[in-house]
């Protein structure tokens, strides 16, 4: 079975600094029609930065879409033409204050691929070096270091909810043998 859909009109209903909202009418493979609600998104990264000690620095940032303080890893979008290992090196270092010597890219995979087309870029950041954090003018964010089994009971104690670290400690944790 062909499960494609087809687009008949498409509607872009907002613009925004992060995202653009459009609304498609499509043929189903039944011929039936149906609309769609997309969000389109520059795409991600996040990084897991561990260091020799076997810390894991994660930052603590307030998240309005859930209006609450989240513990992440460090992450931010993509610029237009940016490659995603130099986004992360850059986030990195904007929000920690970090370089990485070593770079390891974990994966990419889509976020909520029902709505929304963000691809999120995955990386282990290694033999890491402290500097200054600068932090974009509306970015308010508290670094915070712990050891990685501790961030592995943080999942399962319901302290780390969101996607990306849960994925990118949960590979450390399994790789944690070789790190």
């Not at 609309?35 to 260091?51: F, K, L, N, Q, W």
């Not at 130099?86 to 990419?108: F, H, K, N, Y």
Request: aromatic share 8%; net charge negative.
């Amino acid at each position: 079975m062909d499960f494609s859909e087809k687009t008949i009109s498409s509607q872009q209903i907002f613009a925004g600094r992060i995202i653009n909202v459009k609304v498609d009418t499509v043929t189903l493979p039944d011929g039936s029609t149906s609309t769609r609600e997309i969000v389109s998104h520059a795409g991600a990264v996040a990084i897991i930065p561990i260091d020799q000690e076997g810390m894991v620095w994660m930052v603590r940032q307030y998240r309005k879409a859930l209006e609450r303080v989240l513990l992440e890893i460090p992450a931010g979008t993509l610029e237009p033409g940016e490659q995603p290992q130099d986004c992360a090196v850059r986030e990195l270092e904007e929000e920690t204050g970090l370089s990485a010597d070593t770079w390891e890219p974990i994966l990419s995979y889509y976020s909520a691929p029902g709505f929304c087309d963000e691809q999120l870029h995955l990386y282990l950041a290694r033999d890491l070096k402290t500097g200054e954090s600068h932090t974009d003018r509306d970015e308010f964010v508290e670094v915070v270091k712990m050891s990685l089994e501790e961030a592995h009971k943080a999942i399962f104690s319901g302290e780390i909810i969101d996607g990306k670290s849960i994925i990118a400690i949960q590979y450390a944790y399994n790789q944690r043998e070789r790190l």
